[in-house]
């Protein structure tokens, strides 16, 4: 089995509202043949920073990232399967955002990179080019860490929008149960309005982000104890039946709840046991 670590790293003050993670991935050898090597959906946009070639596979698109470069990730509302192309050690560092306020940092269409991982030297060009020379050199992890920050803090935005941040807030703290009737009658504003803001800033609309925040919150209880969600009915009532929860579980998964359970997934546990 493949010696696999997820190393965490501080996030500096200012910055420690508009990002939730900021994680080191390191691994001796190749993740075994029979490991999913499966990330889920889980609400947040992501930079990512890869010490070797990956293969990335979203649903029938492949995409290769390359080592010391850097690349962000939209809003992703299905698998993700992840390999690396060497046999020797690998590692990538990983920002992983509240979704309140990636719109903070980049300046793009959102609804145009879900499901997509692009350089992020296409957006802001010099700028990163000559950042991942500097990632290239430095001597630690902690370093590239720490240059990332100063990097987003210098890209981050002053204006906050308050209203798209109390809807993320509200479908979070209820874990996806929430309607959009609920959200009108929370923030005034109409679901037409409000499918365009997350749209805008987010990239998808408030439905779909709450399906993904339900979605994790049991693929986590189900990863952890899977003997516990099937026999807790509590689980379920999340849903409107099981055959509706057995259909989004598989669209966010790529497989029933049932097969899951029987699959190793060793990789993507680590992601949310640190």
């Not at 997820?6 to 043949?33: A, G, H, M, N, V």
């Not at 370093?143 to 100063?150: E, G, N, R, S, V």
């Not at 190793?264 to 949310?272: E, L, Q, S, V």
Request: glycine share 6%; charged share 25%; hydrophobic share 40%.
């Amino acid at each position: 089995m493949a010696d696999m670590q997820l190393q965490t790293f501080k996030i500096i003050e200012p910055l420690k509202e508009s990002i939730e993670k900021i994680w080191l991935y390191k691994s001796d050898e190749r993740l075994e043949e029979d490991d999913l090597k499966m990330i889920v959906p889980n609400g947040r946009i992501k930079l990512i920073i890869p010490f070797n070639d990956v293969l990335t596979k979203t649903g029938s698109f492949e995409v290769y990232s390359v080592g010391n470069r850097i690349f962000l990730i939209g809003i992703i509302e299905v698998p993700r399967i992840i390999n690396d192309q060497k046999q020797n050690p690998s590692g990538t560092i990983g920002i992983e955002f509240n979704p309140a306020a990636a719109y903070r940092f980049f300046s793009l269409d959102f609804a145009g990179i879900v499901n997509n991982i692009i350089p992020l030297s296409n957006i802001s060009g010099k700028e990163v080019s000559d950042l991942e020379k500097a990632l290239s050199h430095a001597s630690s992890p902690e370093i590239k860490a720490d240059m990332l920050q100063q990097f987003l803090l210098l890209q981050m935005k002053e204006t906050e929008d308050t209203v798209f941040g109390h809807c993320i807030r509200k479908i979070e703290s209820v874990k996806g149960q929430i309607t959009m009737s609920e959200l009108e009658k929370s923030t005034g504003y109409t679901s037409r309005w409000l499918n365009m803001k997350f749209k805008q800033r987010l990239g998808i609309s408030p439905k779909n982000f709450a399906g993904i925040i339900r979605f994790y919150d049991i693929y986590k209880s189900l990863s952890n104890n899977p003997f516990r969600l099937f026999s807790q009915k509590g689980f379920y009532d999340l849903y409107h039946d099981q055959s509706h929860f057995i259909r989004d579980f598989k669209k966010f998964a790529g497989m029933p709840p049932a097969r899951l359970t029987r699959a190793i997934n060793d990789f993507g546990k680590a992601f949310f046991k640190s």
